[in-house]
């Protein structure tokens, strides 16, 4: 096969390894399709269609795994993804994107022998264990902190919390900026909710600008 016309100069890519994911978050256009009963079959992407986009010609630098319809971490080719990349000469770095839930200790561990200091992990956390499963429905706390503690102890490279903020949740922000540094992340990054966000959770007691003063 030649070179893929379409990816010619560009040298990042943003993927979903399946369609599979655990939560049913009630912003994910998956989760909304699941509810009218249009949602397509849960299936992983092929190795040969993997292997095709990430071929050496076309000389991908960064490849991101993102929470768009599923978590990559419950992918059935995901693992098997990153041993293929791993045996590139030009490997392109990683960026994945997950909830962090629903992994045991070894697993975890398997996953950091397969990642590189380039690399980067960021969980998207949306509060602390009596509020991160309002938006995040079916999140696991303790699985998640066990996840984020095993990664932690077996990989070095850049970990960073992400945090949705919404009217349920707004009032946690400092205590889990404070814990995200306890569990040895290197940036925590509050950040508004989108048009995603269902109305009953839209921030309305306090401003984006008053949060800012407050992590300041």
Known sequence: MGLNNSLFRKRRIV???S???????PGCPRTKSMQKGTNGSISDMPMEY????????NNIRRLTYNLTLSDAIYSGVFIEQLEYINSLDSRPNINVSTNGSGRNKEWWKSFAKLLKMTDRIEFAIDGLEDTNHIYRVNSKWNSIVNGIK???ENWQGEMMWRYVIFEHNYHQVLKAEKFAEELGFDKFRPVIGDTR?????????KTWKDIQYDLS
């Open 197 to 205: 966000t269902p109305t009953n959770m839209i921030l309305r007691s």
């Open 50 to 57: 993997f292997k095709a986009l990430v071929r050496p010609e």
């Open 19 to 25: 369609s599979r994911c655990n939560l049913s978050c």
């Open 15 to 17: 993927i979903d390894s």
């Open 150 to 152: 095993t990664l932690r």
